[in-house]
């Protein structure tokens, strides 16, 4: 597998429902980052979350992290239909001082109204 | 957050020819990057550029690529001759002050290579 996976690769969910997605990695990371893709539109930044960090909240964003299982996990509370989009996870990995990030492939995710 | 502008938003050219491709970040910023994201696929980081040299750059990144930062502010990549497999989204991204921060990207440039 590589660095950066995210699964469910997709997730169809109604209006005010909670969205999990979840992220594995594979190596020593500095940080982990969330962002969103609205189809073909630039990447949007949700939230990092520290090696050192084990939960962060931004709004309707909750971030964990698991560093014992190289995973985390991006809940979004009470969806709305404009959640909807791919959301990718980013690893900048330990060792690197300048900010290199590796994606996984991304959960898109589609909320109906 | 004070934006990336990219341009031009969709440039088509031909087989073989040279693409340069903009980016508008903060001028003062320090840390710069393009990734680029072909389509229905992941983003892949290309390269980093720190105080105006490259940092990092990946298996992609080969010889065809060069990016530079020619008057201070503008930030380009440069593709000398370009193939089908470079059609794709080409990213820029600033970092606020380097490793271990926030990336922020911009709007991107859609490549179509014929």
């Known amino acids: 597998s590589q660095q950066g996976e995210e699964d469910p690769q997709a997730l169809s969910i109604q209006e005010g429902e909670n969205a999990t997605m979840n992220c594995s990695y594979k190596?020593?990371?500095?940080?982990l980052q969330w962002y969103r893709q609205n189809s073909g539109r630039g990447l949007v930044h949700l939230i990092l979350?520290?090696?050192?960090?084990r939960e962060k909240h931004s709004g309707r964003l909750r971030v964990t992290l698991d560093t014992s299982k190289k995973s985390s996990s991006l809940l979004i509370t009470a969806s709305r239909a404009a959640d909807t989009a791919s959301y990718f996870c980013?690893?900048?990995?330990?060792?690197?001082?300048?900010?290199?990030?590796?994606f996984g492939q991304g959960t898109i995710l589609t909320v109906h109204p | 957050e004070p934006e990336v502008t990219q341009t031009p938003s969709h440039q088509v050219t031909q087989m073989g020819q040279e693409v340069i491709l903009r980016c508008v970040p903060i001028?003062?910023?320090?840390?710069f990057y393009w990734y680029r994201q072909i389509l229905g696929q992941k983003v892949e980081f290309l390269v980093s550029?720190?105080?105006?040299?490259?940092?990092?750059k990946s298996e992609i990144f080969d010889d065809q690529f060069s990016v530079e930062r020619p008057d201070g502010s503008n930030f380009t990549l440069k593709i000398r001759s370009t193939k089908l497999e470079d059609s794709a989204m080409y990213f820029c991204?600033?970092?606020?002050?380097?490793?271990?921060?926030?990336?922020?990207f911009g709007p991107g440039t859609r490549l179509t290579v014929l």
């Open positions: 550029f720190y105080n105006n040299e490259i940092s990092e």
């Open positions: 979350i520290r090696s050192n960090e």
């Open positions: 190596t020593s990371i500095n940080n």
């Open positions: 980013a690893t900048d990995v330990s060792g690197t001082s300048y900010g290199k990030l590796t």
């Open positions: 991204a600033r970092g606020l002050a380097g490793g271990g921060n926030e990336q922020f």
């Open positions: 001028s003062n910023h320090l840390y």
